[in-house]
């Protein structure tokens, strides 16, 4: 990697009213645009290694960056930072590249251009260009494209143009504010069981082993939640009903919308009633929203999906909406310990409160006293804030890269803008929204009064956990826009070969096969529009297959899986997260590893 510092040029200060709906590439030196997409091919998942083409003064073929995949594939890229780069350039960019035989090598050319490619003219000529690439897939990361992929890596922004603008398009440097040696962040904890672990005080085995609790309101609140749910815990999905056909299904729900994923067979989702709800789903939380008159539409939904290779039957399967915790995660990054005296600021107090939408800062003024001890340098203190539950069809975020492993749990801790989903948020019982808080050495001589950054939604912090042990290996599907996950393959007992077919919907790209869990797969073959593909014969956690296909394609796989724990190697745990795999998660929970569980399409 070379500096960017020293080849930027001086550049004016961004417009800071709002984030910056994307990135001038201009403001970068054609070496700086170039490293910056080399950055971005080494985010990708599959990518196994990349490098910049040639050097300077080099005949580069028409290729900037080439990248090799992790099943030896190449992908070659064209970074061209020019104005006015209309249809003869883009004719002229793929004439280079083909003009030099390279397409036999590789299984993708992408195109990065530091200009929006959205007008007509342009569109009909990238048309033009994928048809001319036949077999060879053809991508466009554009301004537009590329300010997306870039929208959730500040650090990247930031290297590459500077504080400023990362500032105006990120945001917030990391969420994270700092004084007298105390850093502070909001924190949203996306998974059930994991806010009732902390409201209980459970923090072994989580990112805040170290840490301790503030009992706010909010989080006595939780803790009596966490006991009233009592060891079960609140389920967020369950079995329905059975049916022996599509048509049997639409007869009994004509109201039930198919939906374009789910392969050979269709996908329904619909709105579930009321009594189908309260029997489905009779913990506490729900019940209380039942009573409250939540709308059912943001409460639930019953998705109705064929099984493979279990009963041969279209099987319904129930879920709600989850429940999230909000937090202020306090952290000591000075070499003294410290007490935190107290908080102050805003919020409703009573246990008893209507659910609401979330309004941060609204309420009465509120005081809260510190624990009793010290905050040790490098120690954690948890703060909760408010308990919210987003709707359903709302609940799909971004984890991004930022993961570790602890036991047999994968923690995502990161950064991202949950406008949208905040926005659709209810808030349960009682809220603390901090205004300013107060420090004191051990020795009680100095105090300190740090003011808390008011609470908005596009940078905070987001805390989920994925499953640690489960069966059957997952298929996805590669969109233009991203990536979506389609079900489960091969779900009948360990040991029983089964043939599974899959539909590739409108938009596709490629299929992928991902073994997530702690165990193998055995793929016998392997037929993608009835022409066999190279398969590798098994695939273990953290292997996945990538096979390219068009929309309409029909895809065969025959194969079965081995649910054992021997299955795991840690060497391939770090592999699990690739870009794809976590783009896909973002819609499917801590209970990815269960049948029951619907997913609908990525957030993106």
Known sequence: MIDLSHNRPSMHTPPTRGLLPHLDFFQLTADAFEELCLDLVLDEGEVERAVRYGVKGDYQDGIDILAVLEWGKQRA??????????????????SLFLDHGLADSVEAFVLCTAERLNSRQRLNALTEAGERLGEVRFEVWDQAELSRRLRNRRDLVARAFGESWAEAFNGTVTGWDRAHGIETRYLVCMSSDVTFDIAAGRLDGTPFED???????????????????GSEGRRESEYGRGFRSANAYQRAHPDAKVEPWGGEHPTFTRTPSATEVQKHFKDPITRSFLDAGVRLDRLAQVTTQFEYCGSGRFEESHAVAPLWSLHLQITNRSAEAVHLDRLRGSGRSGRNQPYEALEPGVGQSLEAVGPGSALAPGQTLLVPLATLVIPYTASGVDHGHDWDEIGDRLWFDSFADLSEQLAEAWVIGPTFWPEEMSIQSLDGDSTAEIAVRAFEPRRIGILDVEWGFGSCPHLFVELNDGVQYVRPLFTAVPGAECTEHALAPPGAVAFLLAELEH????????????????????????????????????????GHYEAARTAYRPELARRLISAFVGHAHQSASAELDRTDRPFGPVVS
């Open 211 to 229: 840490g301790t609790l503030f009992l706010s309101p909010a989080g006595r609140y939780q803790s009596a939640l966490a006991r009233a749910l």
């Open 77 to 94: 890229y064209q970074c061209k930072r020019e104005k006015r780069f209309g249809p003869a350039k883009i004719r002229e960019a793929v």
């Open 519 to 558: 165990e193998t797969t055995y793929l016998t073959s392997v037929f993608i529009d009835g022409q066999p593909m190279p398969a590798p014969p098994l695939l273990r956690r953290g292997d996945r297959l990538r096979m390219p296909v068009s929309p309409g394609s029909d895809a065969v796989f025959v």
